[in-house]
């Protein structure tokens, strides 16, 4: 789907793909000057964070590991509770390395906090995060972003990875649902 061509499906672009390109190449570039001669480890969160790790890792110039994991959050609807379990693990040890979890987005920071504890525990010479976007309701969190893409505003929005109901992650841009699609007000 273009930028020009929304559908009925979006009701606006958020992120335009150019400006989202530009902000990972901002985003290698801060990652690239702290990690110099480190041996650096992205910790990608399935499936929100495929874009943004993907063209991350391809706009770095630090040699770069990459892992998965993936986790669900258990929540009512589109909000999460804390209560995470484990859907898929790192398939490496991470034992004093230099780790730098990458997501998509922090909405409450339950998701991230708990991933947190949970990889610190395994003993990683260093642990930071890169999220793309970050909703208002995380400022909350004690959640330390060492490197963010971009504050939004506290919408759902899909693309770029984002889905609703597995639909949308395609999407080379970010943009907000139309209400009628998840069920609001507007149609
Ligand atoms: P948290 O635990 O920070 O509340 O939830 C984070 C997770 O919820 C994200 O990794 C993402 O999967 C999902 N999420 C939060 N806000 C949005 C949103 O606006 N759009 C989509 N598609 N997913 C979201
Ligand atoms: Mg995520
Ligand atoms: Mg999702």
Not at 42 to 51: H, N
Not at 84 to 112: A, F, M, Q
Not at 114 to 122: A, T, V
Request: with cysteine.
């Amino acid at each position: 789907m273009d930028e020009k061509d929304l559908g009925a499906d979006l009701s606006k672009v958020l992120i335009p793909e150019d400006d989202l390109q530009a902000k990972v190449r901002e985003l290698a570039a801060q990652i690239d000057a702290d990690y110099a001669g480190k041996d650096l480890l992205l910790v990608g969160v399935l499936k929100g964070a495929v874009m943004i790790m993907a063209d991350l890792a391809r706009a770095l110039h630090t040699p770069a590991s990459m892992d998965w994991m993936a986790v669900s959050s258990y929540g009512s609807g589109t909000k999460s509770s804390g209560v995470v379990r484990i859907l898929k693990d790192l398939d490496t040890d991470i034992l004093d390395r230099h780790v730098l979890i990458v997501e998509d987005i922090i909405d409450s920071g339950l998701t991230l906090s708990w991933l947190i504890s949970n990889l610190r525990s395994r003993g990683p010479a260093s642990l930071e995060i890169c999220a793309l976007l970050r909703k208002p309701e995380a400022v909350r969190t004690e959640i330390d972003c060492r490197y963010l893409g971009f504050d939004i505003p506290n919408e759902f929005v899909v693309g770029y990875g984002l889905d609703y109901a597995e639909k949308y992650r395609n999407l080379p841009f970010v943009g907000t649902l139309a209400p009628h699609v998840y069920g609001g007000t507007g149609s």
